[in-house]
């Protein structure tokens, strides 16, 4: 059976027809044999009773989904429950509760190419059996141009954000014990209150190159560190639509040039998927890259060396 599918939404439907519209237009998917969810946060906060919705648009978002994958799965939060632990609801049910040995997540702004899923596909198998990598994605360089994506259209990078990913379950269940810490600090609260300087201060006391308290880049650190890469690939599947949302605002999304992302329009015919050798310089460049950067507001960090278990 192909590896399940989540669709995490909010209150943007908008944004997440086109990418409903992109999911259902996948080439070679057969969507009788592979199961689609719909994780959809609510309106009213669980813990701080703020609204941070209107309900027609939660209602509009079920239903658009309905509407592209009327079999589909719906899971809809009566509360709101904020991005950590509706994502956090999601891996559990594919991991604990289906035990699927991956899973795609995929949120509402990220309109895909034709072929994404088939390159996840293959990413997916190769990671499972590769064991050193967590996350993978297949939305590539978005700043790059179509030329140099031409010149490197096998070439695989480091993941930046987990946007339109794959998540290995063997990773997943080491991870979650490793985000412990983490969840104890933020779970059960208004996710936008998460006590950042607490969480940064948990972390870079214990040689952790965290960079901000986001329970994205809290997951990426703790792959690292626990010997594993997120990958991601040069060329461009992948067209970053969120203008506006939890961390992006339409001046910010200009200034980081998201609206100039050129897809890439050729078949990914070679995937060059790490060897244990170039994953353990990506390994060593991500956390080299993030020491530099709390450095320059503390000189004095150092951080712990990761896992090399895996890529030995």
Not at 129 to 149: C, I, K, W
Not at 162 to 178: D, K, N, P, T
Request: some cysteine.
């Amino acid at each position: 059976m192909p590896w399940p599918i989540g669709v995490m939404s909010f209150a943007r439907p908008d944004f997440l027809e086109p990418v409903l519209a992109s999911l259902r237009a996948q080439l070679g998917v057969d969507w009788s044999q592979r199961e689609i969810f719909l994780f959809q946060d609510g309106a009213v906060n669980a813990y701080s009773q703020v609204r941070k919705a209107e309900d027609h648009l939660i209602d509009q978002s079920v239903e658009l989904f309905k509407k592209y994958f009327p079999n589909g799965h719906v899971f809809r939060s009566e509360a709101n429950i904020g991005v950590c632990e509706n994502f956090l609801r999601a891996e559990t049910h594919f991991f604990e509760v289906l035990k699927a040995d991956c899973a795609y997540f995929f949120e509402d702004d990220m309109v895909l190419a034709p072929q994404y899923l088939q390159v996840m596909d293959r990413l997916a198998a190769a990671s499972i059996e590769s064991r050193f990598v967590g996350y993978f994605a297949a939305y590539g360089h978005l700043r790059a141009s179509l030329q140099t994506q031409h010149q490197n259209a096998a070439r695989i990078e480091r993941i930046d954000h987990h946007w339109g990913f794959g998540l290995v379950r063997s990773h997943w269940l080491e991870l979650h014990q490793w985000l412990k810490p983490y969840y104890d600090l933020v779970v059960g609260k208004e996710y936008r209150r998460r006590p950042t300087p607490e969480i940064l201060a948990y972390f870079r006391s214990r040689g952790i190159p965290l960079g901000v308290s986001s329970q994205d880049d809290v997951k990426k650190i703790g792959t690292y560190m626990l010997g594993r890469i997120g990958i991601n690939t040069f060329p461009v599947l992948g067209k970053y639509i969120g203008n506006r949302g939890e961390h992006m605002n339409e001046v910010l999304f200009e200034k980081l040039g998201f609206q100039n992302s050129v897809m890439y329009d050729r078949p990914v015919e070679t995937i060059d998927f790490p060897s244990p050798e170039r994953a353990a310089q990506l390994l060593e460049a991500e956390i080299n890259q993030r020491t530099s950067n709390i450095r320059q507001s503390d000189p004095t960090f150092t951080a712990t060396a990761p896992s090399l278990r895996l890529l030995g």
